[in-house]
T-cell receptor
Framework: NTKITQSPRYLILGRANKSLECEQHLGHNAMYWYKQSAEKPPELMFLYNLKQLIRNETVPSRFIPECPDSSKLLLHISAVDPEDSAVYFCASSPWGTTNERLFFGHGTKLSVL | AQSVTQPDARVTVSEGASLQLRCKYSYSATPYLFWYVQYPRQGLQLLLK??????VVQGVNGFEAEFSKSNSSFHLRKASVHWSDSAVYFCAVSITSSSFSKLVFGQGTSLSVVP
């Protein structure tokens, strides 16, 4: 799926700060960050609809989302923890309503040393 | 609480055999149900979805699923599997709460298709 691009693809960190980036070329209004730990299902971290954060799951405060425009989504991580090792997926949908399918990017695999 | 249960963590079938992956949901309202597939090192892709109407829904690549309200189930089926179907399959329910909706996924079933 090249319509949702994520960068970087792989990330290896010590206790550093880093940002994950996502851009969607589908004209969607809702964008999501999901975290998928090893052999677990994806879990919703943040949801943006029309650039407004309308749902913030109980994630650690070191994760800060940003939506500079309706097609871009960032995830800033400060002082990563080993428990943060996971694949982070960006997803989008037209309006963030119940009956919509989500389109996922390829993910960023974060490995914390 | 709303949830999705996939009782089989791993399933192995022979190529050409039929397949059923089980999914049970718990949701008080009318559920919107989905099956997604995840190939190695990729994001999730939609296989099929159910909103209402005919309880048997058709998806891509020969997959279908049957919704049963009485059994609270949404099992995925395929008549004849191919080695390329090896992947992890997630059942999901879309939950609406006040002003937003979100997908809640089951734990996933890892499918291995062997010769």
């Amino acid at each position: 799926n090249t319509k949702i691009t994520q960068s970087p693809r792989y990330l290896i960190l010590g206790r550093a700060n880093k940002s994950l980036e996502c851009e969607q070329h589908l004209g969607h209004n809702a964008m999501y960050w999901y975290k998928q730990s090893a052999e677990k299902p994806p879990e919703l971290m943040f949801l943006y609809n029309l650039k407004q954060l309308i749902r913030n799951e109980t994630v650690p405060s070191r994760f800060i989302p940003e939506c500079p425009d309706s097609s871009k989504l960032l995830l800033h991580i400060s002082a990563v923890d080993p428990e943060d090792s996971a694949v982070y997926f960006c997803a989008s949908s037209p309006w963030g309503t119940t009956n919509e399918r989500l389109f996922f990017g390829h993910g960023t695999k974060l490995s914390v040393l | 609480a709303q949830s999705v249960t996939q009782p089989d963590a791993r399933v192995t079938v022979s190529e050409g055999a039929s397949l059923q992956l089980r999914c049970k949901y718990s949701y008080s309202a009318t559920p919107y149900l989905f099956w997604y597939v995840q190939y190695p090192r990729q994001g999730l892709q939609l296989l099929l979805k159910y909103y209402s109407g005919d309880p048997v829904v058709q998806g891509v690549n020969g997959f279908e699923a049957e919704f049963s309200k009485s059994n609270s189930s949404f099992h995925l089926r395929k008549a004849s599997v191919h080695w390329s179907d090896s992947a992890v399959y997630f059942c999901a329910v879309s939950i609406t709460s006040s002003s937003f909706s979100k997908l809640v996924f089951g734990q996933g079933t890892s499918l291995s298709v062997v010769p």
